[in-house]
Every structure is written in C-alpha cells, then in structure tokens.
C-alpha cells in the first residue's frame, strides 16, 4: 500500500492525507521511538525505511495488534 503520494506505508490504507510526524521528543524518547522502529522494520519484513506515521500506529495499537495485522497482510 501507499499514501496518496505514492509513499510506501506498512499501515493502509491511510483515512486521509495528512501527515504525522514525531520532532519534539527528549533524548530518551527519541532513543526508544527509533528503537520502536527497529522493531516493527523486523516484525513486517520491511526492505525500506519506516515512517514515523507507521511507528506511531504500531505504538498505538500495541504489539499483539500490530502482529495480528501483519499476519493478515
């Protein structure tokens, strides 16, 4: 699946256009998002990078969800 600009995205399809972004974290936060975003790189087998919009939906939904997700892909 892709956004409407014809980005790559893990979760889709995307409600509507707008984009998220993570820039106002502390260190320790920063740390632990690109940590998350390792993670869920490895869980869905992704060959490119993973936005932050995807990272923050597999937060959101947890990690049973986001396994349970990727299993239906």
């Known amino acids: 699946m892709t956004t409407k600009t014809g980005r790559p995205v893990i979760f889709g399809p995307k409600d509507d256009d707008k984009t998220v972004r993570a820039l106002a974290l502390t260190k320790r936060g920063r740390v632990l998002f690109e ?29 049973d969800e986001t396994a349970a997700y990727l299993r239906q892909k």
């Open 35 to 63: 940590k998350a975003r390792k993670r869920l790189k490895k869980l869905a087998k992704w060959p490119g990078s993973v936005s932050d919009g995807d990272v923050i939906e597999s937060l959101a939904r947890g990690d």
